[in-house]
């Protein structure tokens, strides 16, 4: 796919852990809440191994019982945990290269994510990122149960053709979506999944963000 890239015009980022570096706050989140109810923490590399969409189901398998308590509660204290650290998070390294690299060749950028809507908003600002972006997508509360829906409302809204558009992300999700909403997708093991997961979706798989510069 990367020999096509010129057939692009604009590019979809997914946020969280493809720009933004913050599975290491989500482990460290996570285990903070498994300590308090005696459930066994996780490593960076088993989280990346386990966790999914929707993610209720990931929290069942680190031994959540919503029998006990139910699953709004914990996911808002999760996120409230988060949004409490969430300003220790920076971009990966490469990410203001890159998208400036976009910029200047020509494409147009968005973000389609699973963060609420406006805490990804003002993330985007704090971070200094936001005006590279043609549109800001995320959405509407904090349960992440899937982007797919607000996917099909950004490309509408775009007015792109599906062919034009590619999507980057870093979890199995992400494939998901690209092919829920027609589009193509390129992955990258640098977020909230690992290699081996990424390698068994039927997109191509690329080792780093500058590896796309490379391709241009």
């Given at each position: 796919m990367?020999?096509?890239?010129?057939?692009?015009?604009?590019?979809?980022?997914?946020?969280?852990?493809?720009?933004?570096?913050?599975?290491?706050?989500?482990v460290e989140v996570m285990n903070g809440m498994l300590e308090k109810r005696e459930l066994p923490k996780v490593s960076l590399d088993f989280y990346r191994s386990?966790?999914?969409?929707?993610?209720r189901d990931y929290y069942e398998k680190l031994g959540y019982d919503f029998t006990m308590e139910s699953f709004e509660e914990v996911g808002m204290a999760f996120m409230v945990l988060y949004n409490q650290r969430q300003k220790e998070c920076r971009l990966h390294p490469e990410v203001v290269n890159v998208l400036e690299t976009f910029k200047q060749r020509g494409f147009g950028q968005s973000i389609l994510s699973a963060r609420e809507q406006n805490e990804l908003l003002a993330e985007t600002i704090?971070?200094?990122?936001?005006?590279?972006?043609?549109?800001?997508?995320?959405?509407?509360?904090?349960y992440a149960h899937g982007k797919t829906e607000v996917g099909l409302r950004l490309i509408s809204d775009l007015g792109l053709p599906a062919s034009s558009l590619l999507f980057i992300g870093d979890t199995r999700h992400d494939a998901e979506v690209a092919c829920g909403i027609g589009i193509d997708c390129?992955?990258?093991?640098?977020?909230?999944h690992s290699?081996?997961?990424?390698?068994a979706c039927s997109f191509p798989l690329i080792g780093s963000l500058n590896e796309l510069i490379t391709s241009l």
């Open positions: 990367l020999h096509k890239f010129l057939d692009y015009k604009h590019i979809i980022w997914d946020w969280n852990g493809t720009l933004l570096d913050d599975a290491w706050l989500c386990v966790f999914t969409f929707p993610v704090d971070l200094g990122v936001n005006h590279y972006f043609d549109k800001i997508y995320g959405l509407d509360d904090h390129i992955l990258i093991p640098n977020g909230h290699e081996e997961r990424l390698r």
